[in-house]
């Protein structure tokens, strides 16, 4: 009977710690949510879909979609997110109304029917929204910084389509200013790189501006490491722009070379010239009036008549002149001053 005892005993355990691990296995994989959902409109049916890149976040497609669920009669809704990637990805649920395509898909106003959010495989997401009026426009997300500051980010970008329809320009312009200077804050400082990326991707950049150009680039440096599909569209998008400084120090430095090697010559033919003439002395006189025939541009012939000797004598003597001058060609003894 103690056998049996001990036996059930490790049974219990061995069951109690699978049961463990395969909870602490699927822990968090579980995107849910409560929602006041009038049947009569919508469909009672959600469904998930992989935004690949921020330009896709107004497009749906079925390829699009990865998952879908029923969503019961008291609003409650999940998705087992078990296959998604490790590494954070925007995502999007969405309800289509009643009798239209899975993949209608409803932009601005009272009906907007989607939403968006960041999970990976290991998430553990709850939302809930209880305002009847709107499905997804007054949603809260239970200990989730990471997604309350991306919908942060959607309601400030949505606030342009807010402005008083009868505003004046500058009150427009004012409003539309803020917004910016909130967006650029929040890419500065927030600690998720998708949250800040979509507030920079909303900030209505110019990369021919020199600000924008200069925040983009020590945004860059913040998320150097930065990867993903996301980021490496952006940064397709939004290149650096080298200032026209960098220009001015390329043609200064080609000018700083092309005068030192102007100095250099210089230098070089002075020395050489200056060594020639201490060597000029060596010279007959005969070969000093040959050197300077030469530098006339005479040639050994025309040198011949004009000295009235052989052409044969005028060849060793211009020999003679190379040797003790060191030089071996006409174009130097050209050069030297005599």
Avoid at 144 to 158: G, S
Avoid at 188 to 195: C, F, I, R, S, T
Avoid at 239 to 264: D, E, R, S
Avoid at 282 to 309: A, D, F, M, P, V
């Amino acid at each position: 009977m103690f056998k049996n005892i001990y036996l059930y005993t490790v049974f219990v355990f061995c069951f109690s710690f699978y049961s463990s691990a395969q909870l602490d296995k699927n822990k968090g994989s579980i995107i849910q949510g409560e929602i006041e959902l009038d049947t009569t409109i919508w469909e009672s049916k959600a469904y998930l879909s992989y935004i690949p890149t921020f330009d896709y976040m107004s497009a749906i497609s079925y390829d699009m979609i990865v998952s879908a669920t029923e969503i019961d009669s008291s609003g409650h809704f999940s998705f087992n997110i078990s296959f998604l990637p490790e590494s954070n990805q925007l995502y999007r649920i969405h309800i289509p109304k009643k009798n239209t395509s899975p993949i209608s898909l409803i932009i601005g106003g009272k009906d907007e029917n989607h939403m968006f959010l960041i999970a990976s495989k290991t998430s553990s997401i709850t939302i809930n929204n209880k305002v009847s009026t709107s499905l997804f426009n007054y949603i809260s997300f239970v200990d989730d910084a990471t997604n309350t500051d991306l919908q942060h980010v959607i309601r400030i970008t949505k606030s342009e389509d807010d402005i008083d329809f009868n505003a004046t320009l500058m009150q427009r312009q004012l409003i539309k200013d803020t917004m910016i200077a909130e967006l650029k804050s929040i890419a500065e400082q927030n600690q998720n790189p998708l949250v800040s990326l979509y507030a920079l991707y909303e900030s209505n950049l110019d990369i021919n501006n020199k600000n924008d150009n200069q925040f983009i680039g020590e945004f860059y440096k913040k998320w150097n490491s930065e990867d993903s599909p996301y980021f490496n569209t952006f940064r397709n998008t939004y290149p650096i722009k080298q200032t026209n400084n960098y220009y001015f120090i390329l043609i200064g430095l080609g000018l700083v070379l092309l005068i030192a090697g102007y100095a250099y010559q210089l230098f070089h033919r002075k020395k050489k010239g200056s060594i020639h003439k201490k060597q000029l002395q060596s010279l007959s006189i005969q070969e000093r009036k040959i050197l300077g025939l030469i530098q006339q541009g005479l040639s050994n012939k025309q040198i011949s008549e004009e000295c009235h000797i052989e052409l044969s004598t005028v060849k060793s003597h211009v020999n003679n002149i190379y040797s003790k001058l060191n030089i071996k060609s006409r174009k130097e003894a050209i050069t030297i001053s005599v």
